[in-house]
C-alpha cells in the first residue's frame, strides 16, 4: 500500500470511529462555540484512552501510538473537523511528554496514567509579572528547606487554573547564576496550603485566566522534574514535536466549516454580501491550503529525522492570523443572519451562531500573543532566519 492509500484508509478508520463515538450534544456544542464541562470532556478524553488514540504522540510504552507526524496532522484535521472537543494540551502536549523524558519512574507511574484518563488536570505557571516574553525573567522563588522546597510568588495568566488539580511551575533555585540557569520545573498540587487562586476576566467578562498566589508553599523536593537549575531545559523540551504543530491548520479548517454554512444560510438574504464574502472565503482557502502544504512540508522533514528550524515560526504568525480574518468574515455574515428570518432552522440558529463567533473571535485572539507573541516570532525569524 503507498503512503497516501495508507493515509486514506487511516482517515477513513479514524471518521468511522467519530461517528461511533463521539456524543452528537458534544459536538454540537463546540461547533457553536458553548463550554464543555469538565465531566463531558473526562468522559470523551477516556472515550480516547480506551481506544488508544488519546495521546497519539506519546511512546507506545506510555499508552501512545507509533503515528508519524502526518498521521497526526490527519487525526486532528478529521477530530476539528467532527468538532471533537480538544483535549487539555497542558497534560497531553506540555507537561506529559516532559515527564515521559525527564521524570522519574515514580512521576510517570503516577501521573501519565491519569493524564492519559482525565482525571488529573494541569495547568501552566510560566508567565509572571514582569516576566512574560522574557520568561528568564521570572521571580518565583523556591528556597531549600530540608527535603522540601518553599515556594513564593504568583503566576499570572494562568489559564484553566480554576478546573486545574496540579501546575507546573518554572522557579527560580538559584539567584547568583545566569538568569537561565537558576530555574528549575516544579509539579505542585493545587490543593497544598498556601495557594490561592484570583480569577482574571476578559473584557467580555468570561474568565480566561486566573493569578495564582504561592505564600510559604511546601512541595516535597522529589516533585521537581529533572535536576536542580536544569529547569529551562525542561521548559525547552516541552515544545518538541508540539513546536511543529503551532500553525493550527485542523482549527482553521473547522472554522472555515463554520464559515460554510454561515454563507449557506445566507442565502435569499444579500446577494451582495454572500458573493463578497464568497470571494473572501476563496483567498482564505487558498492561503490555507498553502499553510497545509507548509506546514506539512516541516513535518515530513521531521519524520524523516531532519531537523526544521525556526521557519516553524512562520506557521505560528500565518495560522493565527488567518483564523482572525475567518472570525472578521464570520462577524459579517452573522450580522445579515441576525435579521430575523422566516425559516424556523435560522431562528433557532442565530442565537447560536452568535455565541459562536463571539467566544471564537476572543479566544483566537489570544493566538496572537499565547505560547509566544507575533513579535517574539518575527524576532526569531529576524535573528534565526534573516541573519538580521
Ligand atoms: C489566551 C492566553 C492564554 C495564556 N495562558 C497562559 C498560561 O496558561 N500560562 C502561562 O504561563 N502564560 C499564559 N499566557 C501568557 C503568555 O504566555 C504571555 O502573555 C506572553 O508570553 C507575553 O507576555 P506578556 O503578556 O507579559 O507581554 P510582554 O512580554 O510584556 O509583551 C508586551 C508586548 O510587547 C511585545 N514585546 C515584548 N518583548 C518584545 C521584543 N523583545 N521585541 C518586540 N516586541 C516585544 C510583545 O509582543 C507584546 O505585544 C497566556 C496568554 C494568552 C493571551
Redesign the pocket.
Known amino acids: 500500500m503507498s503512503k497516501r492509500e495508507e493515509h486514506t484508509v487511516f482517515e477513513k478508520e479514524v471518521k468511522e470511529f467519530l461517528e461511533e463515538n463521539l456524543p452528537k450534544h458534544l459536538a454540537r456544542k463546540i461547533e457553536f462555540g458553548e463550554s464543555v464541562s469538565r465531566e463531558e470532556l473526562t468522559l470523551w478524553t477516556s472515550t480516547l484512552d480506551k481506544k488508544g488514540w488519546v495521546a497519539p504522540h506519546w511512546p507506545l510504552e506510555f499508552g501512545g501510538t507509533d503515528w508519524n507526524l502526518q498521521k497526526r496532522h490527519i487525526f486532528d484535521v478529521v477530530c476539528r473537523k467532527y468538532h471533537a472537543p480538544p483535549l487539555s494540551g497542558f497534560g497531553f502536549n506540555m507537561v506529559g511528554p516532559a515527564i515521559i523524558k525527564y521524570g522519574t519512574d515514580r512521576q510517570r507511574n503516577y501521573f501519565l496514567p491519569q493524564i492519559r484518563s482525565g482525571e488529573l488536570w494541569f495547568?501552566?505557571?510560566?508567565?509572571e509579572p514582569g516576566a512574560?516574553?522574557?520568561l528568564a525573567n521570572l521571580k518565583m522563588s523556591a528556597q531549600r528547606s530540608g527535603d522540601s522546597y518553599v515556594l513564593n510568588g504568583s503566576?499570572i495568566?494562568?489559564?484553566?487554573a480554576e478546573d486545574a488539580d496540579w501546575i507546573f511551575c518554572l522557579v527560580r533555585t538559584d539567584n547568583e547564576s545566569q538568569l537561565q540557569k537558576g530555574i528549575s520545573f516544579v509539579l505542585v498540587d493545587l490543593n497544598t496550603y498556601g495557594i490561592s487562586i484570583k480569577p482574571l476576566f476578559a473584557f467580555n467578562r468570561k474568565r480566561?485566566?486566573n493569578q495564582v498566589f504561592f505564600d510559604s508553599v511546601v512541595v516535597p523536593i522529589e516533585q521537581r522534574l529533572g535536576e536542580e537549575n536544569k529547569g529551562w531545559t525542561v521548559a525547552k523540551s516541552l515544545l518538541g514535536d508540539e513546536r511543529l504543530m503551532v500553525s493550527r491548520v485542523a482549527e482553521n479548517k473547522r472554522v472555515l466549516g463554520v464559515l460554510r454554512k454561515n454563507i449557506a444560510r445566507m442565502k435569499d438574504r444579500s446577494v451582495l454580501l454572500e458573493e463578497a464574502i464568497k470571494k473572501s472565503v476563496t483567498q482564505i482557502e487558498i492561503a490555507l491550503l498553502a499553510l497545509e502544504h507548509t506546514s506539512l512540508r516541516f513535518l515530513q522533514t521531521a519524520d524523516k529525522g531532519n531537523n526544521v528550524g525556526a521557519e516553524v515560526s512562520l506557521l505560528k504568525i500565518l495560522g493565527s492570523q488567518l483564523i482572525q480574518r475567518q472570525d472578521e468574515l464570520i462577524f459579517q455574515s452573522i450580522d445579515h443572519l441576525a435579521v430575523p428570518a422566516s425559516s424556523s432552522e435560522s431562528q433557532e440558529a442565530v442565537p447560536r451562531w452568535a455565541n459562536a463567533v463571539a467566544s471564537g473571535t476572543y479566544h483566537h485572539r489570544?493566538y496572537t500573543?499565547?505560547?509566544?507573541?507575533?513579535?517574539?516570532q518575527r524576532?526569531i525569524i529576524a535573528k534565526q532566519i534573516l541573519g538580521l
Open positions: 495547568c501552566q505557571g510560566y508567565s512574560g516574553s522574557d503566576k495568566w494562568t489559564s484553566g480566561l485566566w489570544g500573543i499565547a505560547g509566544g507573541s507575533t513579535e517574539i524576532n
